[in-house]
């Protein structure tokens, strides 16, 4: 690894998106380093011991408690969901599997529960009135979602119109996971959180590593946020932890770089001890295409061609928190970078250290995608407002002969690759945007659009 040309390249990006600290770590002690400061004001180094968020990355978890409890007998991933969750009745329920929960499939679209899950500690850091000022589809009387009897409760209740039957598309749903939770929580007698500790963290021997926000202690980092709506944004100090216990499965641990990387152990090393090897080959199989050349396996995303190898990776993200999560297993290398601000760039600079590990170019894209000239007709089909009810607006508009989008305010123009197909650089990484049937495809979830357009 060429670590001069890497840290100019991460140092770069680090500053440019005002993220106040970072650790990117690679297995076997092959490259770790810490940016900025867990602790901006007292001036506290990054270590690989502190403590972070990793959002989403959590799923991956969710996934090995489903298959270790396959194992021993206790369920299977083809099992409807109504074998363990009678009670639930929403529209299409009836249909839908393990398997599809846990592969984002279950049809169930993009809900604004994980706010109302959340909705005590955003109370108590201002953020949820942020969220409505946003234009999240929110209300500032409906009681937070605090239970797992609240959570179905809603789910059934709110009759909202599947995406498509189950198996048949992809779109992200953390309702999914809360409810893959419930599941293991059923299945195994013990409490979902109980349960990961015991059969993932304490055999892996990831010391530092939990859910419950009072375990937190002087090595946590400092989460920072920024007002978007604010007329000077700045980085501030928010020490508010967001918890939402009903929604722990979809993305709540706190960890360390050096426990990430006992984690991405499960994945080189044949389940690890944790799970069997047939099991590990189920969670990392390409389940379903997320976009072309990226799959979605159990809790993990899965690109079979970055420069000539595997990729298994996912990322999370949630108030505070910016985390990618990455296994390479025909190069034996894991990595993890871990940041304490939503929207850093973790992605970019965890490829950027894996490819430098692979003496490539930290900047080269793994996936190219080629520049098209779209028609009129492909202007127009394009166009439009599209909405989901976890929160996202997005404005596609055309404008002086380009295609631009505006998300949360922010205008940025598109690079047209397709004929129904544009990208955007966000974060430091471009992204796709794919249309089809009055849909928007981003951000690993489908934007329906707006009927009045």
């Given at each position: 690894?060429?670590?001069?040309?890497?840290?100019?390249?991460?140092?770069?990006?680090?500053?440019?998106?005002?993220?106040?600290?970072?650790?990117?770590?690679?297995?076997?002690?092959?490259?770790?380093?810490?940016?900025?400061?867990?602790?901006?004001?007292?001036?506290l180094p990054v270590t690989a011991d502190t403590i972070f968020g990793i959002g989403s990355i959590t799923k991956s978890m969710t996934c090995i408690g489903i298959l270790q409890l396959q194992e021993e007998g206790l369920l299977s991933v083809q099992d409807r969901i109504q074998t363990y969750l009678p009670e639930i009745t929403f529209k299409g329920s009836s249909d839908i599997t393990l398997h599809h929960l846990m592969t984002h499939t279950s049809g169930i679209p993009p809900l604004n529960t994980l706010f109302y899950a959340n909705k005590p500690s955003m109370e108590r850091d201002g953020s949820f009135d942020l969220q409505i000022k946003l234009g999240a589809p929110l209300d500032r009387e409906q009681d937070s979602i605090d239970t797992y009897d609240d959570l179905i409760n809603y789910l059934n209740a709110i009759q909202f119109v599947p995406l498509?039957?189950?198996?048949?598309?992809?779109?992200?749903?953390?309702?999914?996971?809360?409810?893959?939770?419930?599941?293991?929580?059923?299945?195994?007698?013990?409490?979902?959180?109980?349960?990961?500790?015991?059969?993932?963290?304490?055999?892996?021997?990831?010391?530092?590593?939990?859910?419950?926000?009072?375990?937190?202690?002087?090595?946590?980092?400092?989460?920072?946020?920024?007002?978007?709506?604010?007329?000077?944004?700045?980085?501030?100090?928010?020490?508010?932890?967001?918890?939402?216990?009903?929604?722990?499965?979809?993305?709540?641990?706190?960890?360390?770089?050096?426990?990430?990387?006992?984690?991405?152990?499960?994945?080189?090393?044949?389940?690890?001890?944790?799970?069997?090897?047939?099991?590990?080959?189920?969670?990392?199989?390409?389940?379903?295409?997320?976009?072309?050349?990226?799959?979605?396996?159990?809790?993990?995303?899965?690109?079979?061609?970055?420069?000539?190898?595997?990729?298994?990776?996912?990322?999370?993200?949630?108030?505070?928190?910016?985390?990618?999560?990455?296994?390479?297993?025909?190069?034996?290398?894991?990595?993890?970078?871990?940041?304490?601000?939503?929207?850093?760039?973790?992605?970019?600079?965890?490829?950027?250290?894996?490819?430098?590990?692979?003496?490539?170019?930290?900047?080269?894209?793994?996936?190219?995608?080629?520049?098209?000239?779209?028609?009129?007709?492909?202007?127009?089909?394009?166009?439009?407002?599209?909405?989901?009810?976890?929160?996202?607006?997005?404005?596609?508009?055309?404008?002086?002969?380009?295609?631009?989008?505006?998300?949360?305010?922010?205008?940025?123009?598109?690079?047209?690759?397709?004929?129904?197909?544009?990208?955007?650089?966000?974060?430091?990484?471009?992204?796709?945007?794919?249309?089809?049937?009055?849909?928007?495809?981003?951000?690993?979830?489908?934007?329906?659009?707006?009927?009045?357009?």
């Amino acid at each position: 690894m060429n670590k001069e040309k890497y840290e100019r390249f991460a140092e770069s990006l680090i500053n440019t998106s005002h993220t106040p600290g970072a650790i990117i770590g690679i297995n076997d002690q092959r490259y770790e380093k810490g940016f900025g400061f867990r602790d901006l004001e007292n001036q506290l180094p990054v270590t690989a011991d502190t403590i972070f968020g990793i959002g989403s990355i959590t799923k991956s978890m969710t996934c090995i408690g489903i298959l270790q409890l396959q194992e021993e007998g206790l369920l299977s991933v083809q099992d409807r969901i109504q074998t363990y969750l009678p009670e639930i009745t929403f529209k299409g329920s009836s249909d839908i599997t393990l398997h599809h929960l846990m592969t984002h499939t279950s049809g169930i679209p993009p809900l604004n529960t994980l706010f109302y899950a959340n909705k005590p500690s955003m109370e108590r850091d201002g953020s949820f009135d942020l969220q409505i000022k946003l234009g999240a589809p929110l209300d500032r009387e409906q009681d937070s979602i605090d239970t797992y009897d609240d959570l179905i409760n809603y789910l059934n209740a709110i009759q909202f119109v599947p995406l498509d039957q189950p198996g048949k598309s992809f779109s992200y749903s953390n309702d999914g996971y809360a409810l893959l939770g419930i599941i293991i929580e059923r299945v195994s007698g013990q409490p979902y959180e109980r349960y990961i500790e015991k059969n993932i963290f304490r055999p892996l021997g990831m010391k530092n590593s939990f859910f419950h926000p009072d375990q937190l202690d002087e090595q946590a980092a400092r989460l920072y946020s920024v007002d978007p709506t604010a007329e000077t944004p700045t980085i501030e100090y928010s020490p508010e932890w967001w918890d939402a216990p009903v929604m722990r499965a979809a993305g709540y641990v706190k960890t360390t770089a050096n426990d990430m990387l006992r984690f991405g152990d499960v994945f080189l090393n044949s389940g690890n001890g944790i799970l069997s090897a047939e099991s590990l080959n189920d969670l990392t199989s390409r389940h379903i295409e997320v976009e072309p050349g990226r799959h979605y396996g159990y809790g993990v995303m899965v690109t079979p061609d970055f420069f000539g190898t595997t990729l298994i990776e996912h990322g999370g993200g949630i108030k505070g928190v910016t985390a990618q999560f990455a296994v390479l297993p025909e190069r034996s290398i894991s990595a993890i970078c871990l940041t304490n601000i939503a929207g850093a760039p973790a992605e970019a600079l965890l490829k950027g250290a894996v490819q430098s590990e692979m003496d490539i170019d930290p900047e080269k894209p793994a996936i190219e995608y080629d520049h098209y000239a779209p028609t009129e007709t492909d202007r127009q089909a394009i166009t439009g407002t599209y909405q989901s009810n976890e929160g996202q607006t997005v404005k596609v508009y055309e404008k002086d002969a380009t295609i631009f989008v505006e998300i949360q305010g922010t205008e940025m123009p598109t690079r047209s690759v397709g004929p129904r197909a544009v990208t955007i650089t966000l974060h430091g990484t471009e992204h796709l945007m794919q249309f089809t049937n009055h849909r928007l495809h981003f951000g690993f979830r489908q934007l329906v659009r707006s009927e009045d357009e």
